[in-house]
């Protein structure tokens, strides 16, 4: 899948969040190995713009985590910056884990890696080697995700995806 394919659907995704259809959380760039979404309650019609979360998103936090869950995957990379983090930590009011997202994650048996790149910038070749090799590492499925899922999330998702995915030239 190319980084315009990922793209596309990941703004579709979005604009049936917004309109409060949360039937789909994640595309699928390699089927049944690698998936991408947009942080949890990222574009969420209530708490989308807040930060910190208030406690009242919590269930939807936590909704969101087991869909997650449902959907198979067994490893999370986390692109977020810290202060991105810093919306889903007990000063927020969810008391999710005293780690926030990434404990919680881990918590629900998910194998996490938690690579921080800048918001708005598409992430350097080194740092994209080395989420390729934690991908090579890690339970299959994979969930990639940033906050919104356009400038971090997906090239690195369709760097992996060239490098991993027989198909993905097709």
């Known amino acids: 899948m190319k980084d315009s394919d990922i793209r596309r659907e990941l703004v579709r995704i979005k604009q049936q969040i917004q309109q409060g259809n949360e039937s789909e959380l994640v595309i699928w760039v390699i089927p049944n190995k690698l998936a991408c979404s947009q942080r949890p309650l990222r574009y969420h019609p209530r708490f989308g713009d807040r930060s910190p979360l208030p406690p009242e998103a919590k269930p939807e936090v936590l909704w969101w985590v087991d869909r997650v869950k ?8 986390c692109l977020l910056e ?5 919306r889903y930590y007990v000063r927020g009011g969810l008391n999710l884990h005293p780690n926030g997202l990434l404990g919680y994650y881990r918590e629900r048996g998910f194998d996490v890696r938690h690579f921080p790149m800048t918001d708005y910038q598409r992430p350097a070749g080194t740092l994209m080697d080395q989420v390729l090799q ?7 499925p994979v969930l990639i995700h940033c906050s919104a899922a356009i400038d971090r999330t997906t090239p690195v998702a369709a760097f992996i995806a060239a490098r991993r995915d027989p198909y993905s030239g097709r």
Request: net charge negative.
């Open 70 to 77: 449902a959907l198979g995957i067994r490893s999370i990379i």
């Open 82 to 86: 810290h202060d991105q983090l810093d």
């Open 134 to 140: 934690e991908f090579d590492r890690l339970p299959k």
